[in-house]
């Protein structure tokens, strides 16, 4: 049996930042971890996986983290069961350029072929007639590559202009690549990884900050070794915490540009993450914090 929904509530820490012409609250959901192992497959709860999504638009998350290949096409057709019709303030955003192989990796599809195609079963699984944000996905598993994205970003911004896009944004890329998409067209969020340990966004992030841009990291709460996790623990222990909770409140402190996609497929979970979101951080903390990422 599923965990019950809550009562609505008012929108998460944080408050709002806009993508383009679209608000949507700072504290997000990622919805990476609704398919099954390895991000392949069904749920093995799917009514768990339902009961996570419903809880995050109770409590006023307006903003969900998706793609296609995540299954594949698995998340995206659980978002559009458990929310659709969706409400105005709700803003879906999703990636393309990488599928899946049978052997659970994440090889490119960037050929303007691939992400017509996937823009498409985005609409299609979805159920929408335009998509409010759609991000190349670049690089690999490994991390952004160099080299031009050009091709595959003007074929977006093609889908854009036929009216199935409404914004663009790019992943998993490097500072050239940011810099090429925006000489090409607007762009409204970057998704790279970042958290307290990995800073290597820090200039890129406070760039977009003056712009009005959103930069969401993702895997923002892992990668910490042992003697960065103490150090996380330690304020963690003095505030009563998480180490998760502080590292999210972290994120959300940093920059005012940051917008948080925790997932997770565990109602109770989402509760915890959105509460310790919340968590007040003293000039102290913010201090011992930020000697883990230099």
């Known amino acids: 049996m599923s965990e019950t929904t809550s009562t609505p509530s008012a929108s998460p820490a944080g408050g709002t930042w806009p993508l383009g012409d679209l608000t949507v609250t700072r504290f997000g959901y990622g919805a ?3 398919a099954g192992p390895g991000v392949m497959g069904p749920p093995a709860d799917r009514d768990g996986a339902l009961a996570v999504l419903r809880e995050a638009a109770a409590h006023g998350i307006t903003h969900i983290d998706t793609a296609g290949a995540y299954g594949p096409r698995v998340t995206n057709r659980l978002i559009r069961e458990a929310l659709h019709p969706y409400s105005a303030s709700l803003h879906i955003v999703t990636k393309v350029g990488a599928v899946r192989d049978q052997q659970g990796g ?5 050929e303007p072929d691939e992400l017509r195609r996937a823009v498409h079963e985005n609409l299609e699984d979805l159920g929408l007639d335009a998509l409010d944000v759609v991000s190349l996905r670049l690089g690999d598993a490994q991390g952004p590559r160099p080299g031009s994205l050009a091709e595959p970003f003007e074929t977006l911004v093609e889908l854009q202009r036929q009216g199935l896009i409404r914004h663009l944004g790019v992943s998993n890329a490097t500072v050239e690549q940011v810099a090429e998409a925006q000489a090409i067209a607007p762009i409204v969020c970057v998704q790279n990884m970042y958290n307290l340990a990995h800073r290597q966004d820090d200039e890129l992030i406070d760039d977009l900050a003056d712009q009005g841009i959103a930069y969401v990291p993702f895997f923002p709460l892992g990668g910490f070794s042992p003697l960065q996790s103490t150090a996380l623990s330690a304020v963690a222990d003095r505030l009563d915490a998480t180490p998760m909770s502080v590292a999210l409140a972290w994120l959300l402190r940093r920059s ?12 109770a979970h989402l509760r915890e993450n959105i509460a310790g979101a919340g968590l007040s951080l003293s000039e102290d903390d913010l201090a011992e914090l930020d000697k883990i990422g230099h």
């Open 106 to 110: 994440w090889p490119p599809a960037r």
């Open 256 to 267: 005012p540009n940051i917008l948080l996609i925790p997932g997770t497929s565990s109602v």
């Open 32 to 34: 990476m971890q609704l």
